[in-house]
Structures are given as structure tokens and as C-alpha cells.
């Protein structure tokens, strides 16, 4: 995959590779958090993936791969109120916007559709937005418009200020019926900011923020020497561990799942050639995502923590 990505969000981007691989990848997703442009950049690196001729790599110089990072494929399209406009409103994605890229779908294509849901506005870039831009320039992408005047395109979070709940219902049948080759990628900062028919209908994922996603494996890999199945005192012993190590590091608690979740993709990038424990990988990887959601909605860090380790002993 993307050199940068692949560095700094090493879960993900082992999740969206070995996902698009096994063409288990969501006809939805939605990438949450403060940094939109390393979601933007991360949506094209998506992109480029389901529609690489070859085999991905990230030197490949296919002409979608090309058209892609050069931020002009006829079939990867950016939807936001500045971008992709075919009406007039310009502080929303209108009905009618949404409407003309769903007749769209009516045709086939060879290529696989990728549309990138976003907010966006033109404006000189502040000194943190200069630095956020120049990570993104270094994952080898580029914006949707060249800058204009000292003015920069920069993507925002999508939210129901810009994205209207009647334009977003016109979008659920896409979603609910996808076909094949349609991708939705959604870029918020916050997923309550998304219609939640929409989100339960997608796959949602946490983009951090680059400074903290070093993760640590370390404090919890002896218990999967046990892998698959913990017997029951490690399981204890395991959401132990998890609990004191985020108090005594003072984290947050998604990040500790963030941080098993990159150790079972990097079982899973180990084990790629066994697809009863691949199988078994992808199960785990999901009961770590619903882990994140028990703690979205505010069950305490011991409760998940023990539930997660008492599936990891069935
Ligand atoms: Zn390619």
C-alpha cells in the first residue's frame, strides 16, 4: 500500500489491503476524526487499490493508479458543495447532486466507482492546516483543484449542516442495495454528525491522529501465545492487563483496542495463506470493532475489556 499510510496507520491500512484483497471491504465506510486530510488521502489510497490494473504496489504506474494519484479519474469523484456541483446551492450536497450520481450508476463500468463524501471549502491555509496539507502532499495524492490565488482546497468533515438529511435519504438505496463495483466513502469528524441510517448500513472507522498512533503490542502479546482460544485465567489475567496498562499510561481506551486490532492484522498479514484462521482473524478484528462501539456508548473500560477477553476464550 501508501508508504506514509502504511507507516503512520498501520492498522487501517492493512485492514483496507487485506479487506479489498478478499473483496470483504463494506459498500460503505466512514472514516472519523480530526484529521480530514489524511481521510482524504486515505479514501484515494482505497481508490487506487480496487481500481490498480496490476497489483497495487505503490509505484505502480497503470493508468488508473495515474489518474487516481494525479486526482482525475473519471470513476473516483469527490462529492462535497464546492465539488462535482450540478446545481446552484452552494452550501450543501444537494438532493439533485446525489440524484445525478446515482443515475450514473445505472450505466456499468469497468471501473470500480469510488465517491468520496466530504465537506470542503477554498481558503489560505493556517499553520496547523499547513502542516496537515504537507503530510498529505507526501502520500503522493493530490486535492481536487490546484490552488487559486494563495487559496487552497482543503476537505472537511461532512455533517448534516452540509449534507442534508433529504440528501442523504436518497442515498440509502444505493447503500442498502449496493452494486458490486460502488464504494461511498464518507469523511466526518464525528459519526453522530452522519445520518444514523447511513451509519448502521456502513462500515465506520477511526483515523487518529498520526502522533498517536504508535502502537504498543508489547504489554499484551504474551497472552496470544494462547491464539485462538484463551483458556480462562488468561483471559482474566488479559483484561487485567489491558485496564491497568491504560491507567498507569493514562490512555484513552479505544486506543488499546487500537492497538490489538493492529496486532491481529499483523497475525493476519502472517497467516494470509491459512483461511480457516484468516476467517477466524476477521471475526476477531469485527468483535474489536464492536468493542469500540460498547465504548462510544459509554460502557465502562473493565466491561469491554472483559467481554473481549471472555469471546477470545470461547
Ligand atoms: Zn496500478
Redesign the pocket.
Known amino acids: 500500500m501508501n508508504k506514509i499510510l502504511d507507516k503512520k496507520y498501520p492498522y487501517l491500512s492493512n485492514f483496507f489491503k487485506t479487506a479489498i484483497e478478499q473483496k470483504r471491504l463494506f459498500h460503505s465506510i466512514i472514516l472519523y476524526g480530526n484529521n480530514n486530510y489524511i481521510q482524504y488521502a486515505m479514501a484515494m489510497e482505497i481508490a487506487?487499490q480496487l481500481?490498480?490494473?496490476?497489483?497495487?504496489?505503490e509505484d505502480?504506474?497503470?493508468?488508473?493508479?495515474?489518474w487516481i494519484r494525479e486526482n482525475k479519474h473519471p470513476a473516483v469523484m469527490t462529492i462535497s458543495k464546492i465539488d462535482n456541483k450540478t446545481d446552484s446551492s452552494k452550501t450543501v450536497i444537494s438532493e439533485e447532486q446525489i440524484n445525478l450520481v446515482l443515475d450514473t450508476l445505472v450505466n456499468s463500468s469497468d471501473y470500480h466507482r469510488v465517491f468520496i463524501l466530504c465537506d470542503a471549502e477554498y481558503k489560505t491555509l493556517s499553520q496547523a492546516e499547513v502542516q496537515d496539507y504537507n503530510e498529505f502532499i507526501l502520500t503522493g495524492f493530490i486535492l481536487p483543484k490546484e490552488k487559486d490565488e494563495n487559496k487552497y482546497w482543503i476537505p472537511k468533515g461532512i455533517n448534516t449542516g452540509c449534507f442534508s438529511t433529504v440528501a442523504a435519504n436518497a442515498m440509502l438505496k444505493s447503500i442498502e442495495e449496493p452494486s458490486d463495483k460502488v464504494t461511498f466513502i464518507f469523511l466526518t469528524n464525528n459519526k453522530d454528525d452522519i445520518l444514523q441510517t447511513i451509519v448502521s448500513r456502513s462500515q465506520a472507522f477511526y483515523v487518529a491522529d498520526s502522533k498517536n498512533s504508535v502502537y504498543n503490542v508489547a504489554f499484551f502479546e504474551k497472552y496470544f501465545e494462547q491464539y485462538p482460544k484463551f483458556d480462562k485465567d488468561c483471559a482474566l489475567d488479559f483484561a487485567q492487563t489491558l485496564y491497568s496498562y491504560q491507567i498507569e499510561n493514562n490512555l484513552e481506551p479505544t486506543f488499546i483496542i487500537d492497538c490489538i486490532q493492529y496486532y491481529l492484522t499483523q497475525l493476519l498479514k502472517a497467516n494470509i495463506n491459512n483461511s480457516l484462521l484468516v476467517r477466524k482473524i476477521y471475526n476477531d478484528i469485527e468483535k474489536t470493532e464492536k468493542s469500540k462501539k460498547m465504548l462510544n456508548a459509554y460502557i465502562k473500560e473493565q466491561t469491554v475489556y472483559e467481554n473481549l477477553a471472555f469471546y477470545f476464550s470461547k
Open positions: 487506487r481500481n490498480c490494473l496490476e497489483d497495487g504496489r505502480c504506474s497503470c493508468q488508473n493508479c495515474r
